[in-house]
């Protein structure tokens, strides 16, 4: 908005003082998430010990331009949060369980999840005529034991109280909205799929790429836990040190109103690495999240963007969507992993691709259940759709990333219980199947992707020399 139209305003609405920002959607987001590269992005292991546990920033704060640490500043006096502790039940509903595993770790000198180890030969890319194994290790129990495997997923609903330049609350952005919506998602929900009946969407995925070898009771199963609300404030702007050691002041966030008429919110990543690190430690030493559960920060239509060097008061580079990863404690033996994720539900019409809702959430899920600890390694192999030259590639078993680029990325579900009726868009998943490069799959029905079979029709590409 120009400074013109800003006078105009004040005058219109004959206010005597007019802060930047103050009402007004900014152009800016619109923009930005019109031309968006949808993404999910990566955050590396964060340990425990190197995180202060305060989620809540001053307008002094400077922080890192790419990790989001504090440089000076931290945090005021008066702390910006509002935790509402006490574990509540997720949902309403009932899975007929068989058999039950235990949920232990399955790994010597680790206390985390119980997960089970593989391998795949890689059958083509550079040396793929030469032993070319890749091990794996996934959530879960093995495969060909059955029995049912129970894990709670830890969430903190987080919202947002933003600011004005000068320190008044322009708007809120709650969670409270899309609650409900999250918990009787096909995340949570039993649901039939062709890989099972009465089962979870994460669930359904990793049946389908183990079919042939699982016993038929076999079952990864999530218990939804409201184990916080967090309210963080954000100021509107932030000090960001660069590489170079120069301090410059950036916009710390952009609004927009979605076709629900919902508030959705760029935010600069570094800014929101600061909250995202500081809430989940601050619930680990809470002891709301526990490492036999997979946690998540749940955000309302909030979307990073990366800083924009050269005009920090517009956004750069936009949008995450979400993104996973673990947090450890280096100091203990067993070290603790806590496996976790922030996931953004998303309102209609903001991005394209069928990107709404869970989408977020469906993609994050199944990345930790196929990756728990960012370490599965793969050919380097090329995003579909891409031309024969295209070096967009990656090299890890990231299984939610390669049909995130698709127009066709995700599969509409419609949940009906009594006057409850919504249709939901999870994303479809890459099988396992497809990074081992093979001519023929041995999924469910010989697919690389699923629910949508037909979305991946042969195993993936090498990236080109």
Sequence with gaps: MSLATRFTLCLVLLLGLCALGFGQNDPEAAAAVGSAVTDFGSQGPVNVGSVPGVPYASTSLT???????????GPSGNANVNSNAGQQAG?????????VRPNKP???????LPTFDGAFHAQAGPNSSQPNLFRWTMVGNDPRTGDTTVIPFQMDNVSLTLLNADGSVFKVVPFDPFQTLTLESPNFE???????????????????????IMDHDWHTLLIPHLVNKTTITVPRFVNVRLSNGNIIKARSYFTGTAADGKTFVLMLRPLFNFFFVNIEVDDIVAGRF??????????????????NVNNPNAPGSCCVLGFHTYFFDDTAIPQP??????????????FGGGFQDVTALSHETAEIFGDPFLDNATPSWQFPGQPANSHACQNNLEEGDPIEVLANATFPITIT?????????????????????????????GAFSFPDETVLPHSALPCPP
């Design 417 to 445: 219980e009594g006057s409850f009726k919504f249709t939901y868009h999870p994303q479809n998943i890459p099988l396992l199947q497809w990074f081992e490069m093979g001519a023929k799959s041995d999924a469910i029905d």
């Design 106 to 112: 399955t790994i010597a000198g680790l206390d985390t």
């Design 190 to 212: 039993p649901l039939d799929y062709r890989s099972g009946h009465n089962i979870e969407y994460a669930d359904a995925v990793h049946r389908a790429q183990f079919f042939p």
């Design 337 to 350: 992993r806590w496996v976790t994720q922030y996931a953004s539900w998303i309102s209609p019409g903001i």
């Design 290 to 307: 526990t490492t036999n559960a997979i946690s998540a920060l749940m955000f309302p239509n909030t979307f990073l963007f990366n800083l």
């Design 63 to 73: 922080i890192d331009a790419v990790t989001g640490a504090v440089i000076s500043g």
């Design 91 to 99: 949902n309403d509903d009932h899975f007929a369980l068989g058999d």
